[in-house]
């Protein structure tokens, strides 16, 4: 059987101090591409009182490394830090579908060849990405919870580019941007993404996009 060279993007979101053991955890080893950030949640105040979330600050931890290595990480990142019980967090894989030699050399020293695509279609979960105005995040949510969204993460961000794409697509788009990641079944992918897009996208005050990317493995979500 010949050996399995594809890669993960290991994600954590989880409130801070358990993205600070997280760290810990992968301290000893040896990780060649680690992002650390700071994001909120959108749950309710209501929502967070019925199922013990507390505050919405979250940590997030973003690892690139082999399939198999990502796959022992989630698992124990669900034994240390109890992942699905209330105020933890959740932690999930998503597909490398492409990346340089280079890169994926300083992933696994022993890589000769570039990652296979491992594209998953047929997989349970995704996450939909909507990037947007400043302050249109609510509206985000707004228009995905009806249509099945559960809950999401928002990352405040700065667009940079050269401004091509404004001129060419003759729209204005806000500098500062706000970044929705939202964790979702397959099922209701079509239903969230034409929701968010029906209010949210290019020609609206939010001038967002939506797309979505394929969830590997999970752990921490029902």
Not at 31 to 48: F, P
Not at 65 to 84: N, V, W
Not at 190 to 201: D, F, L, Q, T, W
């Amino acid at each position: 059987m010949p050996e399995d060279k594809s890669y993960r993007l290991l994600m954590l979101i989880a409130k801070p101090e358990l993205a600070l053991k997280a760290e810990d955890l992968l301290e000893g080893l040896d990780i060649a591409s680690m992002h650390v950030m700071k994001g909120q949640g959108t749950a309710s105040s209501d929502l967070r009182s019925m199922f013990g979330l507390g505050t919405t600050d979250k940590g997030l931890l973003a690892v690139l490394m082999p399939r198999d290595s990502a796959s022992r990480t989630l698992r124990l990142f669900r034994q240390k830090l109890y992942l699905g019980m209330p105020n933890t967090g959740v932690a999930f894989t998503m597909p490398l579908s492409g990346a340089s030699r280079r890169l994926l050399g300083f992933i696994d020293t022993n890589v000769v060849d570039e990652g296979g695509r491992d594209m998953a279609e047929d997989r349970e979960f995704c996450m939909i990405v909507a990037i947007v105005n400043q302050g249109c995040s609510d509206d985000v949510m707004d228009a995905a919870r009806p249509a099945g969204a559960t809950g999401g993460t928002v990352l405040h961000s700065r667009r940079l580019e050269s401004g091509k794409a404004t001129k060419l697509w003759n729209i204005s788009i806000q500098e500062e941007r706000e970044l929705v990641m939202i964790l979702a079944r397959n099922s209701r992918k079509k239903e969230i993404m034409e929701a968010v897009n029906k209010r949210c996208g290019i020609d609206s005050e939010a001038n967002g996009i939506v797309f979505s990317l394929p969830i590997a493995d999970i752990e921490g979500l029902a």
